[in-house]
């Protein structure tokens, strides 16, 4: 099992930008493809964007053009870029292996979206 350590989230207003990171635990971390998921009070959790082994991104529609997701395989780290964020965007981020059944999941961090 890999362990993830999310970071970076906060209170911002429509429209602003937050950066968030995660922390991921193993020798291995280049081989795994990745992503960013959310979760909504009373919703399910949610693919936002995914990262492969390989470097190739991929978005759920509602983030497309706003949202960016990297990663740095020196230091077991992948981030997702937030601009222009909107009250929708509000949820609990977490990141995780692309892969079924996922990782246990880290505690992520809080985005809420709020003038």
């Known amino acids: 099992q890999v362990q993830f350590v999310e970071s970076g989230g906060g209170l911002v207003q429509p429209g602003g930008s937050l950066r968030l990171s995660c922390a991921a635990s193993?020798?291995?971390?280049?081989?795994?493809?990745m992503g960013w998921y959310r979760q909504a009070p009373g919703k399910q959790r949610e693919l936002v964007a995914g990262?492969?082994?390989?470097?190739?991104?991929n978005y759920r529609d509602s983030v497309k053009g706003r949202f960016f997701i990297s990663r740095d395989n020196v230091k077991n780290m992948v981030y997702l870029q937030m601009n222009s964020l909107k009250p929708e965007d509000t949820a609990v981020y977490f990141c995780n292996r692309r892969r079924v059944p996922p990782d246990s999941w880290g505690q992520g961090t809080q985005v809420t979206v709020s003038s």
């Open positions: 193993g020798s291995m971390f280049s081989i795994y493809d």
């Open positions: 990262i492969s082994s390989g470097g190739t991104t």
